[in-house]
């Protein structure tokens, strides 16, 4: 799980891969490196750290000369994250320098051999044994470098995004797939490569994404041409011309991607509805479902798998699946799913859920769903993503990039997704009346202000935040379609402020965590007034009589939760279902402030990143 720039071309390499690494540190960033090639030189500077302690150490080490570069920003995998570990690495000869993204898997097997035939090791990576496995390859067999990675990469298990170049040869990138993203930028005789396309939209919107199992030689004055590694057949690229605009990976006056993106919300749920929801005319039109209407409506039941945030939105996706459309629901954490031999068969329809259509066990549950025969429909947010592509059909969200580690528009485009999706079968199965559906559709366009609404809550959010920033434990309660919320609520705040939060079903208080109850125990509550409204302020009663302190989530206008809370957080009035993507906004703003309030990098916690390329 680690980010990739490379460059080569007329510029400059330096600026354009030290963007470039800032732009991917969400993939990881305990360490970062850097090699330019100046056809004479290669120099190679690389640090524990974040891009910015590459940039201070390079300018003071490096000649910052070429235009032939690699970069690298690091989550460890093998190795712990010091200056050697980091990428990039050097073959023992020094003319072969590798980036990568992956797991080699059988590097240990790899490495015994290459050094029963002299080759040695300064750090502890799978990397460093790939470089000299293809550097092996190449003198032994006496081949150019591109023959010598595929090769090599024949021999390896694992994953990777890898792009290596040999100093012999200073017109040439190698680059090759597997698992893990790796983009092409192409631009006017330059080349960019990066593990999406952020590093290089500002310079060219026309890009390449390398399937599974392809590698490409990249070289100035060629096209670019992609080859199967495995059996060397050749094929012509499809290159797409990116959307994407530069302003929406900038954070744009906000301290954090995490507030910008949290603000970007009543945008991006339009946007992800835009076109799709026709209130006027009483439709829902998705291009993705439309020719595989008949899966879903067939389907014996829906299995969902998804990780973290995204498992979130499609336990909200259950409650409304299932009362929508009366087809059984089950939602799997993708992890156990591919692991526990599920029972699995051809009318079963999967929908994989993903921000970063990267996430290692999700693909890994997609792939087994659609060995055992189920059809498979992906929601995802990045375009042309492992996740996009792998899946049978698909809807996208359009939330723009999310950059924070922290997912929280992809957790309310998801929803509206799969809101439209199970209003769509809804309407096919004749379980709406026509006006009915008009008047959900219809609220569901209110969402964008309403969401607008609920942000102004901010200052009053942060007032409440300074109270209980401090807390050490803090429980999250919900009952309905807002007890995935309450699960959310305490994800973001544990992930982000690294306080120790739990996520519980109102009801189930009384069956434990109600033990935990005292002054010190911080309690936030959705209780907005439909659904259990009556039963929740008597779970409210019961934490009040236990002396913990209530931070309550009402409906405008609420007076009788307001009476019993310590603090109430008001939102806007709207139908039980869509309630979720309310109530999650202030406790977005809750865990951000709380965060900022504790000096955490709210963009960048502890241990994390953004997309979890590996098991
Ligand atoms: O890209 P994905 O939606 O597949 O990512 C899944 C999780 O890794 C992600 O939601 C994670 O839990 C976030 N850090 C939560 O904020």
Avoid at 54 to 82: D, F, Y
Avoid at 144 to 163: F, K, P, R, T
Avoid at 201 to 229: H, P, Q, S, W
Avoid at 295 to 323: D, M, P, Q
Wanted: proline letters at 3%.
């Amino acid at each position: 799980m680690c980010g990739i720039v490379g460059y080569i071309g007329h510029r400059d390499a330096y600026p354009v891969i030290i963007k470039g690494l800032e732009r991917l540190e969400y993939r990881g960033y305990d360490s970062a490196g850097i090699a330019l090639y100046d056809g004479n030189t290669v120099n190679l500077c690389k640090t524990k750290g974040k891009v910015e302690d590459l940039k201070k150490k390079s300018k003071l080490e490096i000649s910052l000369n070429g235009n032939l570069g690699i970069g690298h920003t690091r989550w460890a995998t093998h190795g712990v994250p010091n200056d050697i570990n980091s990428h990039p690495h050097y073959s023992n000869s020094g003319d072969l320098v590798i980036i990568h993204n992956g797991i080699i898997e059988n590097y240990e097997s790899i490495k015994k051999e290459l050094i029963k035939r002299g080759y040695t090791f300064e750090s502890d990576t799978d990397t460093e044994v790939l470089v000299n496995l293809i550097e092996e390859v190449k003198s032994k067999e006496n081949v150019m470098l591109g023959q010598a990675v595929q090769i090599a990469l024949n021999e390896v298990v694992g994953a990777y995004a890898i792009a290596v170049f040999d100093k012999n040869k200073p017109d040439e990138i190698v680059v090759a797939k597997l698992g893990s993203p790796l983009a092409i930028g192409i631009g006017e005789n330059e080349f960019f490569i990066a593990s999406d396309a952020s590093p290089f939209i500002e310079f060219t919107n026309n890009a390449v994404y390398l399937e599974d199992e392809e590698m490409a030689i990249v070289r100035l004055g060629k096209e670019i041409k992609l080859r199967k590694i495995k059996n060397d057949a050749v094929a012509y690229p499809n290159i797409l011309e990116l959307q994407m605009n530069i302003e929406e990976i900038e954070k744009g006056g906000f301290d954090h991607f995490m507030l910008k993106e949290i603000y970007e919300q009543p945008r991006a749920i339009l946007d992800t509805y835009r076109g799709r929801l026709l209130a006027e005319q009483g439709i829902v039109k998705m291009a993705g479902i439309d020719q595989h209407l008949d899966k879903f409506l067939n389907a014996n039941r829906i299995i969902i798998v998804a990780c973290g945030t995204s498992w979130h939105a499609g336990l909200v996706a259950e409650y409304i699946f299932e009362n929508l459309t009366r087809i059984p629901v089950e939602v799997e954490y993708a992890s156990e799913f591919r692991y526990r031999n599920p029972v699995i068969n051809k009318d079963d329809v999967v929908i994989a859920i993903s921000q970063s259509g990267e996430t290692a066990d999700t693909l890994a549950a997609i792939k087994l769903a659609k060995e055992n025969g189920a059809f498979v429909f992906g929601v995802c947010n990045v375009v042309g993503s492992s996740i996009a592509r792998e899946t049978h059909a698909g809807a996208y969200t359009h939330a723009g990039p999310e950059i924070g580690v922290a997912s929280t528009k992809a957790f309310t485009t998801q929803i509206t997704v799969l809101t439209l999706l199970a209003l769509n079968l809804a309407k096919e199965k004749e379980l709406f009346t026509d006006v009915q559906f008009r008047e959900y559709l219809t609220e569901l366009e209110t969402i964008p202000a309403k969401v607008e609404k609920a942000l102004e809550s901010n200052s009053l959010i942060e007032i409440i935040s300074d109270v209980y920033k401090d807390s050490t434990n803090c429980l999250y309660l919900g009952r309905g379609y807002n007890f995935p919320v309450a699960l959310e609520g305490a994800l973001k705040l544990k992930e982000i402020s690294y306080i120790h939060a739990e996520g519980y079903p109102a009801a189930e208080m009384k069956h434990g965590p109600i033990a935990l109850i005292d002054e010190q125990m911080p309690v936030f509550v959705i209780a907005t007034n439909k659904g259990h409204y009556e039963k929740v302020v008597s779970n409210i009663q019961e934490i009040k009589s236990r002396k913990g302190k209530i931070i309550a989530i009402v409906t405008e206008g609420d007076e009788q939760v307001k009476e019993l809370a310590d603090h109430c957080i008001e939102i806007p009035e709207t139908f039980e279902s869509l309630t979720p993507l309310l109530t999650t906004i202030p406790l977005q703003l809750l865990s951000y402030h709380i965060a900022v309030m504790r000096n955490c990098n709210v963009d960048q916690p502890r241990n994390l990143a953004k997309s979890v390329t590996v098991e």
